[in-house]
């Protein structure tokens, strides 16, 4: 399971110290994993390139609803819209974007847009990583027989290509709506969180240090906050982030599909692209907006989370 | 390492039996169905009622189940109900698998052919323009939903340029023999140059589209690679015995860095499924990501059974025959995958 | 060194130009697109949004397989090019007696099925003979849906049957009996289910074999590749791995033959994927492009042609399920608050017409003196105070993943009625579900509360309109539970079986003039026009009202 193989390898990582023919082998010698690999880090441009980008659009998030010119709701400019004809409103005094196919302003729908998006990221991550949280802990806890299925069916789930699972799971709810969407992109994520963790968790437990910390008699609960914890969050954040961006990209995909939400009164970039699409040739520019945020922001974590995994683990760069 | 042979094929016959069950208990657990496909508007709630009960879909759904496992057995996975109404939905998947693989391996042929040399020079100008440039465009290839990009290539190369066909895998009404249902291969096969052009015309815009994924990583781990390999002693130890370097290149250096570069390949197979769903959709493209989009939307339980399962099992026949390679290869995998 | 570095990048150079080259090479063969026929008629390539079911039009009930069979197949009677009109066909005349129960057709002379089978009255009575003897899965409505539909049962008896017996009198004389009068007789016939089959054919590919096999259907070797009819085109092949459908040009067809050599269907699924493969050139026309692209279509030069609509696009009304709908003031309050004209005019394509009644002014038995609701909120709000509904809460749903030809844009049309009743103090709850994921279903048991729906005639009968939606009280609209529900569709067959014309559309009128003043059990919305585009080269299509193009009459003006 090949999947399988390279989320091992990530996982993998978590278990070493940091003793590979790096330049900076000397320096590092006995520092942790996470001060190494954040030394690596500072030094890598695209990482900051990626920090900015999503720095800026969490900034964009924050501060749409104060500077967004209108509800972006409000088919303020119905009246210019035709259907018959094909007309939508053309940008104009206070709209510098137009309107979209329902008269609302597109410019405040692009701003607002990065709020949901940046949730469905989000949440979607989030509720990822915590079903693979319970499903890894309970396998790597328990072991034998409960770790057995739990790992075969998460096997099952991986077996499966990442957008069909996500296009069966949103084809399963009755009304679409943006939670449907969250879930469907979420629940892809859990099979591959789940193996990440109990991965992890198992190359830290057997790792050098952790056993020598347990040989000198150290309190299993300080081993876990001191030595396990620690070390597995660098797999899991770089996870953690490049999912940001594919759940991104699901949900657009999602959307495409035709299983976006169904109400998109709140805005959300890729429902507004996905919708646009019977407008590709006609009105590009609602189009244009949405994928060139969502290809700005999914290449901000992307960059952030493939310079991480490299400066994590410095012999894949990959 | 037969053992562990063994045991992935055992595996992987139980994952098929439980995605089996999965699959089907999911498709009737989705909302509406194929009576409401089938009807469409015209269909008053006595006609429901009545096809509902002819289709069988209120029996227990076990009893459904053994009955699809009992027909299954001999063959019979049901026919089409949405995509292409009548037609047994394995025959179906057997002819339309063939595009999606022409498609998928066109991807591929296409990633390599750009990544491996890009990625080469990338990785011996390590932080030249080349190096960097290559890193953008294949993060971005990560980054554009694919979707959007087939319709951007659509638009410029069949649109406005009208260089290539918009859709399809051929023009319609060109005499074209079939023989292994790979259209291209077909042409070359029986000579029918016009066809095999035409059928290639055809493919490669969704294939250009389609090999974004794959690109991304195969020229993120040629570059990885090749990297490696010019620290490994031998490439050094060859440098300083004074070969030229072209055939340090050949021999060592791209030998051995092509090693992990295959290998990804076969791990490309679920991304690049997921990719033909999107990019078949977008260019019309008969293939099994175009079935599975309507079937979805028809509520075609045969054909998304089947190509759901089928689609699995190739992926992780692919993987287990990559993880297999893998293995032999490097030992250090063997030791990994026993923890796994 | 440095030198050797530099041919390096050359050589993979290489490699992109060699990529480069394929593509302009395709580029060039460009011109060698579909004239692999070599006549002079040419060929015609029609986008298709869908694979037919399969070739034999008694087993089917979609526009897309209807499309196929109707150049191959052709019935008794026919319907006027360009018109909803009934003519000759297959039949030269009829003549019913005089309880309208009888009805003698007179058979065009020298018509041969394409198999050479003659055809002749014997040949009528074989098609009428196998399609009300059909069983098991046969006889249920996924497959015989028209005959269920215009018919009723079939010879089993577990339903009452319109057909009673066919006899041939003589080869050019054949008697059809049925059980009762119906207005809708023998327009009916004209409907592409009915079209008359190669006997012979039928036998030899075993027509009827057709069984439901688990949760499908499997379609007989007839169906499936040997359709045979007495139309001015032939079957050619169905190519499924690529999509296409080829029909060719019957040399030997009895009227005037068809201009094409060969007609081709390429079935493109995606909307937009179609239009682009029209403007590319791949295709020379599709169905129903959507109004959003009609501008740009006829702009880029393309013959964009509007049918007269033939549709009724109607906002459902449950009574079921919310006892406020139950009130007629209330359903008029809804009517009152819907600003149909600035649907029409915003949403709906061009040449979209307000709908008066629920269904368009050129069906039978239309009543120009209907009541009407104009757009009047403040009257909406004075019905809902006097119902004492002030505070009214209603579902609308709407239904995602399709668009239908008297419903463009679902989305659109939902959000509009949305904001004109939450202008007349009426709360919405919207509820969307997909088309054949729940919203048909739920729809059709009376499930939703408001609900948007529509229907395309199949020809002009009013029956086939309010016949359909009334004519039994077990319906999306829950009339059953109306006092006036029995009333309506006893009205409605009584109508239907008025021998005399005149009076029938006395009745009709009076139907109608009950509909919209007193029931109400729905609001007419809109009637929208489908359109049809080719390309500039293609002439002499006639667009049909009912959406049933021929092609024969259909030729490529240039040479290439």
């Given at each position: 399971m090949s999947r399988a193989t390279k989320i091992d390898q990530l996982a993998g990582v978590a278990g070493r110290r940091d003793l590979d023919s790096d330049p900076d082998r000397a320096e590092d010698a006995g520092v942790s994993l996470a001060a190494s690999a954040w030394r690596r880090l500072r030094r890598s441009p695209t990482f900051w390139v990626g920090a900015i980008v999503i720095g800026l659009f969490v900034l964009l998030a924050v501060i749409a609803p104060f500077i967004a010119p209108h509800d972006p709701a409000l088919r303020m400019l119905e009246s210019q819209v035709s259907r018959a004809s094909n007309q939508l409103p053309p940008p104009q005094e206070g709209h510098p974007l137009g309107g979209d196919q329902y008269g609302r302003d597109l410019f405040s729908r692009v701003l607002l847009g990065s709020q949901q998006t940046l949730l469905v990221a989000l949440l979607a991550t989030v509720i990822g990583l915590g079903g693979g949280l319970v499903l890894g802990t309970l396998a790597g806890a328990f072991g034998g027989w409960v770790d057995s299925v739990v790992m075969r069916a998460v096997d099952v789930l991986l077996s499966i290509p990442s957008l069909l699972l996500a296009v069966s799971i949103g084809a399963l709810f009755a009304q679409q709506t943006q939670f449907s969407v969250i879930l469907a992109v979420a629940i892809v994520q859990i099979p591959i969180f789940a193996r990440l963790l109990r991965g992890t968790m198992l190359s830290v437990r057997e790792s050098d240090h952790v056993l020598a910390a347990r040989a000198l008699g150290v309190k299993r609960r300080e081993i876990v906050f001191r030595h396990i914890l620690p070390n597995s969050l660098g797999p899991v954040i770089v996870q953690s982030t490049l999912v940001l961006a594919m759940a991104i990209l699901d949900a657009a995909a999602l959307s495409f599909l035709g299983l976006g939400a169904a109400d998109d009164s709140t805005p959300e970039w890729g429902q507004m692209l996905g919708n646009a699409q019977e407008f590709f040739d006609s009105q590009p520019h609602l189009a244009f907006w949405p994928a060139g945020c969502i290809v700005a922001v999914a290449l901000g974590f992307t960059l952030v989370g493939e310079s991480m995994r490299e400066a994590l683990d410095p012999r894949q760069r990959r | 390492m037969l053992r562990y042979a063994i045991r992935r094929v055992l595996q992987l016959a139980l994952v098929v039996l439980v995605l089996s069950v999965l699959i089907f208990a999911w498709l009737r657990a989705l909302p509406g169905g194929p009576v409401s496909a089938l009807l469409g508007d015209r269909g008053t709630a006595e006609m429901r009622a009545e096809l509902t009960e002819a289709l069988g879909l209120n029996d227990p759904i076990f009893v459904q189940y053994f009955a699809f496992l009992g027909r299954a057995i001999t063959g019979d996975f049901g026919t089409s109900?949405?995509?292409?109404?009548?037609?047994?939905a394995l025959e179906l998947f057997l002819e339309r698998f063939p595009a999606t693989i022409e498609l998928g391996v066109a991807a591929i042929l296409i990633a390599l052919a750009a990544a491996i040399p890009l990625g080469y020079l990338a990785a011996r100008r390590r932080g030249g323009w080349l190096d960097n440039a290559g890193i953008v465009v294949s993060m971005l290839g990560m980054s554009i939903p694919i979707f959007f990009l087939a319709f951007l290539l659509k638009y410029l190369l069949s649109i406005e340029l009208g260089w290539l066909p918009t859709g399809g895998r051929q023009s319609a009404g060109i005499d074209a023999t079939r023989i292994t249902g790979f259209f291209v291969l077909d042409g070359l096969l029986t000579r029918e140059w016009d066809a095999a052009l035409d059928a290639l015309k055809h493919l490669l815009l969704p294939a250009f589209a389609l090999s974004s994924i794959p690109f991304a990583v195969i020229f993120r781990i040629t570059r990885a690679a090749v990297i490696d390999v010019l620290d490994e002693d031998y490439v050094r130890t060859a440098r300083s015995k004074g070969l030229t370097r072209r055939i340090i290149r050949d021999r060592h250096i791209l030998r051995n860095a092509m090693l992990p570069v295959v290998t990804t390949v076969g791990l490309q197979t679920g991304a690049l499924l997921s990719g033909a769903v999107l990019t078949e959709t977008v260019f019309a493209w008969q293939g099994i990501g175009q079935a599975l989009a309507i079937g979805f939307e028809r509520k075609d339980f045969p054909v998304l059974q089947v190509v759901i399962i089928a689609a699995a099992m190739a992926y992780v026949l692919v993987n287990l025959v990559v993880d297999l390679s893998y293995a032999v290869i490097d030992p250090r995998i063997r030791a990994m995958q026993k923890v796994g | 060194m440095l030198q050797l570095g530099i041919s390096r990048p050359r050589q993979f150079a290489l490699i992109g130009l060699a990529g480069a080259l394929v593509v302009s090479l395709a580029a060039c063969a460009e011109s060698d697109r579909g004239d692999g026929g070599g006549g002079e008629g040419g060929t015609f390539v029609f986008g298709a949004a869908g694979a037919p079911s399969n070739f034999d039009p008694f087993f089917a009930s979609d526009g897309e397989t209807f499309r196929v069979t109707r150049q191959m197949f052709e019935g008794l009677v026919g319907i006027k090019p360009g018109t909803a009109e009934l003519e000759p066909e297959l039949a030269t005349a009829w003549e019913p007696s005089p309880d309208g129960k009888t009805w003698t057709f007179t058979l065009q002379e020298g018509v041969n099925f394409h198999d050479g089978t003659p055809f002749n009255a014997d040949a009528v009575c074989k098609n009428f003979e196998r399609m009300f003897n059909q069983t098991g899965a046969g006889a249920t409505a996924a497959l015989s849906y028209y005959w269920i539909e215009n018919f009723g049962g079939f010879s089993d008896g577990a339903n009452p049957s319109l057909y009673k017996s066919c006899t041939a009198e003589n080869p050019t004389t054949v008697v059809l009996e049925l059980t009762r009068f119906t207005a809708r007789f023998p327009t009916m016939l004209s409907q592409d289910s009915f079209a008359m089959q190669s006997p012979q054919a039928m036998d030899e590919f075993g027509a009827d074999d057709v069984t439901a096999q688990g949760d499908s259907f499997v379609f007989s070797e007839y169906a499936r590749s040997h359709p045979t009819g007495t139309g001015p085109f032939t079957f050619g092949s169905y190519d499924e791995a690529n999509g296409t459908i080829e029909l060719q040009r019957n040399d030997n067809y009895w009227g005037e033959k068809a201009k094409l050599d060969r007609l081709i269907f390429r079935v493109i699924e995606d909307e937009t994927a179609r239009k682009q493969a029209l403007e590319a050139g791949d295709i020379d026309g599709y169905d129903l492009p959507g109004p959003a692209d009609w501008d740009s279509l006829q702009q880029d030069g393309f013959n964009l042609m509007i049918r007269d609509p033939f549709n009724i696009l109607y906002l459902g009304i449950t009574q079921r399920n919310n006892p406020a709908l139950q009130n007629l003031k209330v359903r008029q309050a809804l009517a009152y608050a819907i600003d149909r004209q600035s649907l029409v005019n915003a949403i709906m394509p061009e040449n979209s017409e307000v709908a008066k009644e629920f269904y368009p002014s050129s069906v039978d038995g239309y009543a120009d003196d209907v009541q009407e609701y104009p757009h009047d909120p403040e009257r909406a709000r004075q019905l809902l105070d006097e119902a004492g509904f002030p505070d009214l809460t209603v579902e609308l749903w709407w239904p995602t993943q399709v668009t239908r030809p008297y419903m463009p844009n679902p989305q659109a049309i939902f959000g509009a009625i949305q904001e004109d009743l939450e202008q007349a103090g009426i709360t919405v709850t919207p509820v969307s579900k997909p088309w054949a994921g729940g919203y048909l279903d739920q729809v059709e048991v009376a499930d939703a509360q408001l609900f948007m729906l529509g229907w395309t005639g199949d020809y002009n009968s009013p029956a086939n309109f309010i016949g359909t939606f009334?004519?039994?009280?077990?319906n999306q609209f829950w009339t059953?539970?109306?006092?006036?529900g029995q009333e309506l569709a006893d009205a409605l067959v009584d109508a239907d079986s008025t021998v005399d014309a005149a009076q029938r559309e006395t009745k009709y009128q009076e139907i109608n003039r009950k509909l919209m003043a007193e029931y109400l059990p729905a609001i007419p919305l809109s009637h929208s026009p489908p359109a049809i585009v080719v390309a500039s080269d293609v002439e002499g299509l006639v667009p049909s009202p009912l959406t049933k193009e021929e092609f024969a009459t259909v030729s490529m003006s240039s040479s290439d």
């Open positions: - | 109900t949405g995509v292409s109404p009548g037609k047994p | 009334f004519g039994t009280t077990e059953s539970g109306s006092p006036w």
